[in-house]
């Protein structure tokens, strides 16, 4: 859940705090987004910026659906990829090291993971998969 943000607006940091997200992804990534709000004003050195304008360009432009798994099927990377937004690459680096479970199955050309694996492994990520593209 997110907190309740400030009424004056809210610098890049306590916009990260908030939403749980590194502040070098917001400052180096989301905020050169063409979608994210201008500053309006500046505390200190800090810009900052209307709360409700920055929720709702991280839910337009940085959030994603919950992805669904069937427990006992079996996923490639590249399904993961679709239905996660996690690229197949960051997946298979991640499995290099230890970020990601082994697959659940590799009797065919490709690594596969179970439903299950794949539900747990994403609520353990440090952020959320559905909240933002990394």
Do not use: C
Not at 31 to 42: D, E, F, T
Not at 78 to 98: C, F, H, P, Q
Request: zero cysteines.
């Amino acid at each position: 859940m997110v907190d309740t943000p400030p009424t004056d607006g809210e610098t890049l940091r306590e916009i990260a705090a908030r939403h749980n997200r590194a502040y070098d992804t917001l400052r180096a990534q989301w905020s050169r987004h063409p979608a994210w709000p201008a500053p309006i004003g500046k505390r200190g050195r800090s810009y900052i910026y209307d709360p409700a304008a920055v929720d709702t360009a991280i839910a337009e432009h940085f959030t994603r659906g919950t992805a669904t798994f069937e427990s006992g099927r079996l996923y490639t990377a590249r399904e993961i990829s679709e239905l996660t937004g996690i690229s197949a690459a960051t997946i298979r680096a991640d499995v290099s090291r230890n970020r990601w479970p082994a697959p659940d199955d590799t009797s065919q050309m490709a690594n596969r993971w179970t439903g299950t694996t794949i539900t747990t492994a994403l609520a353990g990520r440090r952020h959320d998969p559905r909240t933002a593209k990394d």
